[in-house]
């Protein structure tokens, strides 16, 4: 089912002492959306923030994993290790993964596969770059990424699957997409889909937007049709501007 959700990824931000009191921080922050929410911390503190959010609305989520198993692969954490502190939810595909550390399609496509194996939920991301876009080639390049990660799986796996369309153009830029760019490029991927999976699975999708998202524009990017909720980056890291952005459902 669609849902809305809001999720904060903190990016490479936050040791322990600052992951603590932005929880404690944002514990006290009144929901009054329907919106589920997400954090992402670091993996240093992905076992701190699990457990201080345990009896609380906020569901704490991995920026990253690798596709194997186990095994030699120094710096890397497992599906398997998420998993056994209580983590469900992994974010892929992030771009900055992508530009910064090589992922690529490919590899997302065994990262997904991964996660779904370990029955984890995944955001998967994707977006053009400016130049893609000065192009007209926006459309284009989306369907690509979402095609060569994701098209081999079953129907029924999209059900454990969100989209998160992130602009490179938009991140951390301040400069957003208008909600018109976002709406379009939304119906575009839910239209994708339908061409492969039918209307039920195309229409059950929630399609994040992520890209400079803040207090002051949330409630009218989200209110576009095929927007169901933002992927954070700066604002999630202010427990009111977070929360702000949470309520503006
Ligand atoms: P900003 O909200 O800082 O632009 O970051 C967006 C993002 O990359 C979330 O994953």
């Not at 370990?118 to 926006?138: P, Q, T, W, Y």
């Amino acid at each position: 089912m669609r849902k809305h959700i809001v999720a904060g990824n903190w990016k490479m931000n936050n040791g322990l002492i600052q992951t603590e009191s932005l929880i404690a921080e944002l514990k006290t922050k009144q929901k009054t959306s329907d919106a589920e929410v997400m954090i992402a911390p670091s993996f240093t503190n992905l076992w701190h923030a699990f457990e201080s959010t345990r009896q609380h609305d906020i569901e704490v989520v991995a920026q990253n994993m690798h596709f194997s198993e186990k095994g030699a692969y120094t710096g890397e954490v497992s599906a398997g290790m998420l998993k056994s502190i209580g983590i469900k939810t992994v974010i892929l595909g992030h771009s900055e993964r992508r530009a910064y550390f090589n992922e690529t399609d490919e590899s997302l496509a065994k990262k997904v596969d991964t996660a779904l194996a370990h029955d984890m939920r995944v955001i998967f991301c994707f977006g053009e770059e400016l130049s893609d876009r000065k192009a007209g080639n926006e459309e284009a390049v989306v369907e690509s990424q979402i095609k060569n990660a994701l098209f081999h799986l079953e129907a029924d796996a999209f059900k454990h699957i969100v989209l998160a369309y992130e602009p490179v153009w938009a991140i951390g830029t301040g400069e957003t997409a208008s909600p018109e760019q976002a709406q379009d490029m939304h119906a575009f991927i839910r239209k994708t889909l339908e061409s492969k999976y039918g209307h039920t699975v195309a229409d059950d999708m929630t399609i994040l937007y992520g890209g400079s998202v803040k207090p002051n524009n949330a409630k009218e990017i989200f209110s576009k049709p095929d927007v169901d909720g933002g992927l954070i980056g700066g604002a999630s890291l202010k427990a009111d501007d977070f929360y702000a952005i949470v309520n503006a459902f």
